[in-house]
Nanobody, 128 residues
């Protein structure tokens, strides 16, 4: 059974940085894309970034492009989200997710419905 566990959230001041981790167990990255999402109170879940099953392609939402970086450690079965220049509007619960890549090992997508397995989330709060 696949399990995703996020960590690294917390309270940070505007302009600060955090690195989120997502440990994936019960599955390798082969044929599965991994994505990071967030959901703020009263808002829909938003796709932020994803990395293809090959690891060779990444995608970023415009809201985080240039500030956030996704990466992974295959040996540790862990995906990271480095978040820099944080803003108050980045406050949300952050989730990682895994989904079978039905299209290409060199592509990933940010749609929520592309992913079938989700972590429990980690809270990120950015104070001004």
């Amino acid at each position: 059974q696949v399990q995703l566990v996020e960590s690294g959230g917390g309270l940070v001041q505007t302009g600060g940085s955090l690195r989120l981790s997502c440990v994936v167990s019960g599955r390798t990255f082969r044929s599965y894309a991994t994505g990071w999402f967030r959901q703020a109170p009263g808002k829909e879940r938003e796709g932020l970034s994803c990395i293809s099953s090959s690891g060779g392609s990444t995608v970023y939402a415009d809201s985080v492009k240039g500030r956030f970086t996704i990466s992974r450690d295959v040996a540790q079965n862990t995906v990271y989200l480095q978040m820099n220049s944080l803003k108050s509007e980045d406050t949300a619960v952050y989730y990682c997710a895994s989904g079978l890549t039905a299209y290409s090992d060199y592509e990933c997508r940010l749609g929520v419905t592309e992913y079938t397995d989700w972590g429990q989330g980690t809270q990120v709060t950015v104070s001004s």
